[in-house]
């Protein structure tokens, strides 16, 4: 029997999520029985004849109990979706970031245990052939001096006009998990912990982060992150949304016999200081969850694959955490809606290569860096 599948969320990035859907249905893979979504839906991709629209997931759950359920809500909504797609009987297809704590994490995986109900979640870079030979080099460096994570992206203040909850801590008196490190750019912090598990280094240990903002906003837009796992190896990351040239996104790592840099989305890869060469091959996440319903292949992103990515993101968001330092004019070059940090490359470059954070340089705007334990997932 065809599968039934219902997407929650369905205008913004669920435009995306209803094209992958059209395409299942049209091979026969999946049948389409709701969409949901608080606002009309956008009109392209129109929506096909027939499908019901809601505007509350839990009518949708009551009137068809899909075979499975396409989240990709506001990040701070997933855990009540997901349990109540989990109590109809749904298996998930879970946006990235899954979940905005490790007691959402847990609780959620328990409930996926109880039921007997599957969740992979949205990191789709991981579902690259680019990203397995990146991962299968990786033992080859020999003792690996670190593993980095660089992406230089322009979001300008219509980005942040986008909705209520953009830029924002907390809203309604829920915590909101926005922020450059996880929500935009959440796939370089992923993809950057995915490498240190790959090489068997433990659990991540000690966070040590520095925050910037360039507008009055109230997370980072710009950030460095060191972090230390079991065995030492230290992860450090370095991204901004108030870039000069465009860095798509880059994993490297180093090692005493060569190196790795895999561009994770244009799945192009470098190996041992050659240039960067395109990888084809990607296998779709929701596909891979159809095929593990169907004959158990393992999915890719289960939930569990995610703890660390969660630890990280409850280290950065915990209330006592600083706000991100705000830049001031003299740093910034405003254009209009955009807003520039002249030279951010070239630091981004630094950080990387020397594994410091900007304080730590000497770098003139750089703050004191707040220092967080992580706790045992």
């Given at each position: ?27 026969g ?36 109990a ?24 749904s ?13 959402a994490?847990r609780?959620l ?73 996880v ?70 790592a180093?090692g ?8 994770y ?36 992103v ?8 969660t630890?990280?993101l ?50 003139p ?13």
């Amino acid at each position: 029997m065809t599968p039934t599948i219902a997407l929650v969320g369905a205008n913004g990035h669920g435009r995306w999520h209803r094209r992958r859907i059209a395409e299942l249905e049209a091979t026969g893979r999946v049948r389409l029985t709701g969409l949901v979504d608080l606002r009309p839906l956008e009109p392209d991709p129109p929506v096909p004849a027939g499908v019901p629209i809601f505007t509350d997931h839990r009518d949708l759950l009551a009137e068809s109990a899909p075979d499975v359920v396409v989240i990709c809500t506001p990040p701070h909504t997933h855990l009540q979706i997901a349990l109540d797609a989990i109590a109809a009987g749904s298996d998930l297809m879970l946006e990235k970031p899954p979940v905005a704590s490790l007691a959402a994490h847990r609780t959620l995986a328990a409930a996926l245990d109880s039921a007997g109900r599957s969740c992979q979640v949205g990191f789709q870079a991981l579902g690259s052939v680019a990203w397995q030979r990146f991962r299968d080099a990786l033992p080859g460096l020999g003792p690996v001096n670190g593993i980095t994570a660089t992406a230089s992206w322009q979001r300008d203040d219509i980005y942040y006009a986008r909705s209520p909850w953009a830029g924002r801590r907390v809203v309604g008196g829920r915590p909101v998990i926005d922020g450059a490190l996880v929500n935009p750019l959440a796939h370089a912090v992923m993809q950057a912990i995915a490498s240190a598990q790959a090489l068997g280094a433990g659990r991540p240990r000690q966070l040590v982060a520095e925050r910037y903002r360039v507008r009055p906003i109230e997370v980072e837009d710009t950030a460095f992150a060191r972090i230390t796992f079991d065995d030492g190896l230290q992860v450090m990351i370095a991204v901004t949304l108030a870039g000069e040239d465009f860095i798509a996104g880059e994993i490297g790592a180093r090692g005493a016999n060569g190196s790795a840099l895999l561009e994770y989305p244009t799945d192009r890869l470098a190996l041992g200081g050659s240039p960067l060469q395109e990888v084809p091959g990607r296998t779709d996440l929701l596909t891979n969850l159809l095929d593990h319903r169907s004959s158990r292949t393992p999915l890719l992103v289960p939930l569990s694959v995610t703890a660390d990515f969660t630890a990280v993101l409850e280290a950065l968001t915990v209330p006592d955490v600083p706000e991100p330092h705000l830049l001031d004019d003299s740093v910034v070059v405003i254009e209009g809606p955009k807003r520039t940090i002249p030279g951010i490359n070239d630091l981004i470059r630094k950080v990387v290569e020397t594994l410091a954070l900007p304080s730590e340089m000497g770098v003139p705007w750089g703050v004191r860096p707040f220092t967080q334990r992580l706790p045992v997932t």
